[in-house]
Protein backbone atom coordinates (compact mmCIF):
# COMPACT_ATOMS: atom_id res chain seq x y z
CA UNK A 1 0.00 0.00 0.00
CA UNK A 2 1.19 3.23 -1.06
CA UNK A 3 0.66 6.61 1.12
CA UNK A 4 0.17 9.67 -1.16
CA UNK A 5 2.04 13.15 -0.51
CA UNK A 6 -1.11 14.11 0.75
CA UNK A 7 -1.27 11.56 3.10
CA UNK A 8 2.49 11.96 4.10
CA UNK A 9 2.20 15.97 4.33
CA UNK A 10 -1.26 15.32 6.89
CA UNK A 11 0.54 12.55 8.90
CA UNK A 12 3.79 15.18 9.32
CA UNK A 13 1.70 18.05 10.63
CA UNK A 14 -0.14 15.69 13.11
CA UNK A 15 2.88 14.33 14.32
CA UNK A 16 4.54 18.18 14.59
CA UNK A 17 1.66 18.73 16.52
CA UNK A 18 2.18 15.55 18.83
CA UNK A 19 5.71 16.51 19.48
CA UNK A 20 4.71 20.13 20.19
CA UNK A 21 2.54 18.97 22.57
CA UNK A 22 5.24 16.53 24.17
CA UNK A 23 7.46 19.06 24.45
CA UNK A 24 4.85 21.57 26.45
CA UNK A 25 4.20 18.48 28.71
CA UNK A 26 7.88 17.76 29.24
CA UNK A 27 8.64 21.21 30.26
CA UNK A 28 6.24 21.01 32.78
CA UNK A 29 7.70 17.54 34.18
CA UNK A 30 10.58 19.52 34.05
CA UNK A 31 9.72 22.27 36.33
CA UNK A 32 7.77 19.71 38.65
CA UNK A 33 11.27 17.50 39.27
CA UNK A 34 12.91 20.62 39.58
CA UNK A 35 10.90 21.92 42.56
CA UNK A 36 11.18 18.23 43.88
CA UNK A 37 15.06 17.57 43.96
CA UNK A 38 16.76 18.67 46.80
CA UNK A 39 18.05 22.45 46.52
CA UNK A 40 21.52 21.48 47.96
CA UNK A 41 22.18 18.72 46.20
CA UNK A 42 23.13 18.95 42.22
CA UNK A 43 23.26 15.11 41.13
CA UNK A 44 20.28 13.03 42.93
CA UNK A 45 20.18 8.98 41.84
CA UNK A 46 15.97 8.36 41.57
CA UNK A 47 15.76 4.97 41.03
CA UNK A 48 17.94 3.58 37.85
CA UNK A 49 18.39 7.16 37.20
CA UNK A 50 21.17 10.21 37.61
CA UNK A 51 19.58 13.25 37.73
CA UNK A 52 21.18 16.47 37.66
CA UNK A 53 20.63 20.19 38.48
CA UNK A 54 22.23 22.06 35.52
CA UNK A 55 22.18 25.83 35.58
CA UNK A 56 23.12 27.84 32.40
CA UNK A 57 22.93 31.32 31.47
CA UNK A 58 20.10 33.04 28.84
CA UNK A 59 22.14 35.70 27.41
CA UNK A 60 19.76 37.99 25.95
CA UNK A 61 21.27 41.26 26.55
CA UNK A 62 21.23 43.73 23.72
CA UNK A 63 24.58 44.86 22.83
CA UNK A 64 24.09 48.77 23.50
CA UNK A 65 23.19 47.11 27.63
CA UNK A 66 26.57 44.82 27.07
CA UNK A 67 28.54 48.01 26.35
CA UNK A 68 27.67 49.63 29.10
CA UNK A 69 29.31 46.70 31.06
CA UNK A 70 32.28 46.68 28.26
CA UNK A 71 31.28 43.08 27.73
CA UNK A 72 31.49 43.47 24.21
CA UNK A 73 34.66 41.80 22.28
CA UNK A 74 35.00 41.96 18.36
CA UNK A 75 36.10 39.09 16.41
CA UNK A 76 36.57 37.42 12.94
CA UNK A 77 33.45 35.92 11.42
CA UNK A 78 32.55 34.35 8.70
CA UNK A 79 30.56 36.33 5.74
CA UNK A 80 27.48 33.84 5.69
CA UNK A 81 25.86 36.11 2.62
CA UNK A 82 29.79 35.87 0.72
CA UNK A 83 29.81 32.09 1.44
CA UNK A 84 26.53 32.20 0.04
CA UNK A 85 27.17 34.66 -3.47
CA UNK A 86 30.03 31.94 -4.01
CA UNK A 87 27.91 28.68 -3.43
CA UNK A 88 25.43 30.15 -5.71
CA UNK A 89 28.18 30.54 -8.40
CA UNK A 90 29.61 27.42 -8.60
CA UNK A 91 32.46 27.67 -6.42
CA UNK A 92 33.10 24.87 -4.20
CA UNK A 93 34.07 25.94 -0.73
CA UNK A 94 34.97 23.18 1.57
CA UNK A 95 32.84 22.64 4.65
CA UNK A 96 29.91 24.54 2.75
CA UNK A 97 26.97 21.61 1.60
CA UNK A 98 23.61 22.19 0.71
CA UNK A 99 20.45 20.27 2.04
CA UNK A 100 17.14 19.96 1.82
CA UNK A 101 14.09 19.98 4.27
CA UNK A 102 10.74 20.71 3.99
CA UNK A 103 8.18 22.96 5.92
CA UNK A 104 4.37 22.87 6.47
CA UNK A 105 1.85 25.12 6.84
CA UNK A 106 -1.76 24.63 7.54
CA UNK A 107 -2.98 26.02 3.52
CA UNK A 108 -6.12 28.67 4.16
CA UNK A 109 -7.53 30.12 1.38
CA UNK A 110 -7.82 33.52 0.30
CA UNK A 111 -10.85 35.31 -1.17
Do not use: C, W
Not at 59 to 70: D, H, M, P, V, W
Not at 77 to 105: C, N, R, T, Y
Amino acid sequence: MTISIEEKVKIYKELARQIEELETYKKAIVAEILQLLPKDRKNVRIAEYNVRRMTRLSIRTSLEEAKRFEAVKLEEVIDKEKIKSLFALGHSVPGVSEFQFIQVSKYTQTT
